[in-house]
Nanobody, 124 residues
Framework: QAQLVESGGGLVQPGGSLRLSCTGSGLSLDHHTIGWFREAPGMARDGVSWIMSALTETGYANSVKGRFTISRDKAKNTVYLQMNSVRPEDTAVYYC?????????????????WGQGIQVTVSS
């Protein structure tokens, strides 16, 4: 059964850094667009970043551009989200998701497989 598992979340101080990992089990992430989304309490699930199967194609939400970086490690079948200069408003549950059609899009409806989510809390 194809699964995505997120790890690396937790509590971090404002201005600090955190790296989230999304590892595939039962599927190769190489041929998928992998997206990161986040959902704060009472808010809709928003796209944060995505990376297509071609490594040069990435997208970032305006709110994280210049602070977050998405990348792949093919050997580990893992996609990372490096979060730098984090802010309290980055606090949310973060989800990774896979789009088997490799469209590089923002809409959650484009993604077929979702991880269980992981909490990121930015607070002093």
């Amino acid at each position: 059964q194809a699964q995505l598992v997120e790890s690396g979340g937790g509590l971090v101080q404002p201005g600090g850094s955190l790296r989230l990992s999304c590892t595939g089990s039962g599927l190769s992430l190489d041929h998928h667009t992998i997206g990161w989304f986040r959902e704060a309490p009472g808010m809709a699930r928003d796209g944060v970043s995505w990376i297509m199967s071609a490594l040069t194609e990435t997208g970032y939400a305006n709110s994280v551009k210049g602070r977050f970086t998405i990348s792949r490690d093919k050997a580990k079948n893992t996609v990372y989200l490096q979060m730098n200069s984090v802010r309290p408003e980055d606090t949310a549950v973060y989800y990774c998701a896979a789009d088997k059609w490799d469209r590089g899009g923002w809409g959650p409806h484009l993604y077929d497989i979702w991880g269980q989510g992981i909490q990121v809390t930015v607070s002093s």
